[in-house]
């Protein structure tokens, strides 16, 4: 598969509980990106990691939120102390170049419960 | 930063006719304009692309304009088909900022 692939792709989970997604990205591609997209509304950005490093945030990103791309290919997004507001789709994406087209995966659909 | 405002939010066209779906962007140096669908419960997937340095670029039936004057770009889709019903996604970034900008959203629906 030469794709980006997230999992889980739904996760359901209780107030207060934490979770962890993962994205294993196109192998080629250096560029590693989250974003959260609710319904009707377009992506929006979260963070990003050019290899291993993070080097941008949102102000999105709480500090409930962490990411890590350890070895510079997956990469996970965990959420501490989950709230209903967090329920959203999470997305990941790869690109090769900067700006460049993004390759999305197919997203991890979180409901908080 | 850059804002990026999509119009309409939502079409209905006959199977056959042309979609118009415009963007504007706030930041004058963006320079890379990419137009992504999204079917239901599916991945954004990039149709097609635009650089600053080119006003017009075209794939088969769809094509983007681009206007850096005015700060607008746009998305023709011609002789519309019922596989083309999805959402589609405008967006904007430049080179050294990694935090690509999307439009809210147009929900395009062909009927056949």
């Known amino acids: 598969d030469t794709g980006v692939s997230q999992d889980p792709r739904h996760k359901i989970t209780k107030r207060g509980q934490n979770v962890t997604f993962r994205c294993d990205p196109i192998?080629?591609?250096?560029?590693l990106y989250w974003y959260r997209q609710t319904l009707g509304q377009g992506p929006e950005f979260l963070t990003y990691?050019?290899?291993?490093?993070?080097?941008?945030k949102s102000r999105l990103l709480s500090d409930r939120f962490s990411a890590e791309r350890p070895k510079g290919s997956f990469s996970t997004l965990e959420i501490q102390r989950t709230e209903q507001g967090d329920s959203a789709m999470y997305l990941c994406?790869?690109?090769?170049?900067?700006?460049?087209?993004?390759?999305f995966g197919s997203g991890t659909r979180l409901t908080v419960v | 930063g850059e804002n990026v405002e999509q119009h309409p939010s939502t079409l209905s066209v006959q199977e056959g006719d042309s979609a118009v779906i415009k963007c504007t962007y706030s930041d004058s140096a963006s320079n890379y304009f990419p137009w992504y669908k999204q079917e239901l419960g599916k991945r954004p997937q990039l149709i097609i692309d635009i650089r600053s340095n080119v006003g017009e670029k075209k794939d088969q039936r769809i094509a983007v304009t681009l206007n850096k004057t005015a700060k607008h770009f746009s998305l023709h889709i011609t002789e519309t088909q019922p596989e083309d019903s999805a959402v589609y996604f405008c967006a904007a970034s430049k080179r050294g900022n990694n935090d690509m900008r999307f439009g809210a959203g147009t929900r395009l629906t062909v009927k056949p």
């Open positions: 994406a790869s690109s090769l170049d900067s700006p460049g087209g993004y390759t």
């Open positions: 192998s080629e591609h250096n560029r």
């Open positions: 990691f050019q290899n291993e490093a993070q080097l941008e």
